[in-house]
């Protein structure tokens, strides 16, 4: 099904996200609430598989925070966007000469690396209209090929507990053990085709919600 297989076979695995805090006195952790897969691809335009590419990071425009444009290659589409595609994604933190923004709860995108990446237009402060990573962390999932050769698609966060979502349950889809991507991806593309908000195409329904 994925064209770019035998590509993530030979990449490093990709690695968590760690638990990051604001490079200074005042920072605050971010506090998520659960979200779970179908909402993610309901309630986001965009949603594909992609690889990041370059990584720019720079001051928003009051100097108040650091932002990091990543450019990505668009390998797998589920919802909205073009295959083979460039975009850019601008995540919270970074660093500026010897200034670093590491933010709580927030996606991390390494050049190089695959993810499953639900995407939506953000008015970031200081920074309107930009496509971004709008659920932080959840809306980011790492993929990496496990000892049986096996791509698993492992949300950055998996170890964290979130408040409840209407279902009460507290831990992203798949947990820190991640989702066999799939089934995943299939499952995606049901909910999306469900929603009637973009489908590239369907699969059958089953994994966590």
Not at 17 to 22: F, G, P, S
Not at 84 to 112: C, K, Q, R, Y
Not at 199 to 207: P, R, V
Request: glycine letters at 12%.
């Amino acid at each position: 099904m994925y064209g770019w297989k035998n590509w993530c076979r030979g990449a490093a695995a990709v690695t968590l996200l760690a638990q990051l805090a604001l490079a200074n006195p005042s920072a605050e952790a971010s506090t998520l609430i659960r979200m779970g897969q179908d909402k993610l691809a309901t309630t986001n335009q965009t949603v594909v598989i992609a690889r990041a590419e370059t990584a720019q990071s720079y001051w928003n425009a009051d100097g108040s925070l650091i932002f990091t444009d990543v450019t990505i290659k668009v390998l797998e589409v589920i919802k909205g966007a073009a295959a083979g595609g460039e975009m850019t994604v601008t995540t919270v933190g970074g660093t500026v000469g010897d200034i670093t923004n590491l933010v709580v709860g927030a996606a991390s995108l390494t050049a190089g690396r695959p993810y499953l990446l639900f995407l939506s237009p953000a008015d970031l402060p200081g920074a309107p209209g930009v496509l971004a990573v709008r659920d932080m962390a959840q809306g980011a999932f790492d993929i990496y090929m496990n000892k049986s050769g096996k791509l698993i698609a492992v949300s950055q966060a998996g170890d964290e507990h979130m408040v409840p979502d209407e279902f009460g349950l507290t831990t992203a889809p798949g947990g820190s053990d991640g989702l066999l991507l799939d089934a995943f991806v299939s499952d995606l593309r049901q909910a999306v085709a469900q929603d009637g908000s973009g489908s590239k195409g369907s699969g059958s329904k089953g994994g966590a919600r």
